[in-house]
């Protein structure tokens, strides 16, 4: 990774960025600035969007409770969108929390949730999902947002993303040789990685995926893993094998 500015605040605004031209900042924004940062104005501040790249701005305060930053320096170009998608059973709030975080740092482009026979929570927030990869990507260093999609069920979820690249999934039954090789064989590009919940994956579920072509199967080790550990896991074999590592 090339020399990065790991002392200056870090923020994600949705307006547009370009030199010389003010972005107003939100209540939140100015209030950890200013308040919490305790910066004054002339500090600096590095801005990001998802899609003008990543600036060095300077922080002009406009009053008690209101802030604006002035961009003065594209510092990195825009990075193209991650062709990963991560597939994932939807897990209880703190854990999802943990995982939407930890899957946006290992560089997951799309998190979509999908609704097995075994899902631990039914109702999804994706709100909350896109506010959690909003805070990874702002902790991490990352350009570009990852889509954080409304839930699918099993087979919608499959009829969507088998069409556009091979799709990975974790199976605690599948023999525990090792995956990089069953990745190795893989082509480069866009995938998906499919993760179930702590239940399993269900007999029917399990023999659709088998029955699939554009469909792989991998073991994570001689241990069962939780959904959280395992996204982790199955992110960095991944990402390690046949991603952008």
Avoid at 34 to 52: K, Y
Wanted: aromatic share 6%.
């Amino acid at each position: 990774m090339p020399a990065y500015d790991f002392k200056s605040p870090r923020l994600f605004v949705a307006a547009d960025l370009a030199e010389g031209s003010p972005v107003a900042l939100d209540p939140a924004q100015a209030n950890y600035l200013m308040n919490v940062m305790r910066l004054e104005t002339g500090a600096s501040v590095l801005a990001f969007n998802g899609r003008d790249g990543e600036w060095r701005c300077q922080l002009e305060r406009a009053g008690k409770k209101k802030a604006d930053l002035l961009p003065e320096a594209l510092l990195r170009a825009q990075t193209p969108p991650s062709q990963l998608a991560y597939l994932f059973a939807p897990l209880k709030h703190a854990r999802l929390d943990y995982m939407v975080q930890k899957a946006v740092e290992m560089g997951a482009g799309i998190l979509q949730p999908v609704m097995t026979q075994h899902v631990q929570s039914s109702r999804v927030n994706v709100e909350r999902m896109q506010a959690n990869a909003i805070e990874a990507a702002e902790q991490c260093g990352i350009l570009t947002i990852a889509e954080c999609r409304e839930p699918m069920k099993f087979d919608a979820a499959l009829a969507a993303y088998l069409p556009h690249g091979p799709m990975i999934f974790c199976d605690e039954r599948e023999d525990a040789q090792s995956p990089a090789a069953t990745l190795a064989a893989l082509p480069r590009g866009p995938l998906s990685l499919l993760i179930g919940p702590e239940g399993g994956f269900s007999a029917e579920e399990r023999d659709r995926l088998r029955a699939e072509g554009g469909v792989t199967a991998i073991a994570l080790g001689p241990r069962i893993l939780r959904a959280d550990t395992a996204a982790v896991a199955a992110l960095a074999i991944v990402q390690a094998v046949i991603g952008d590592w």
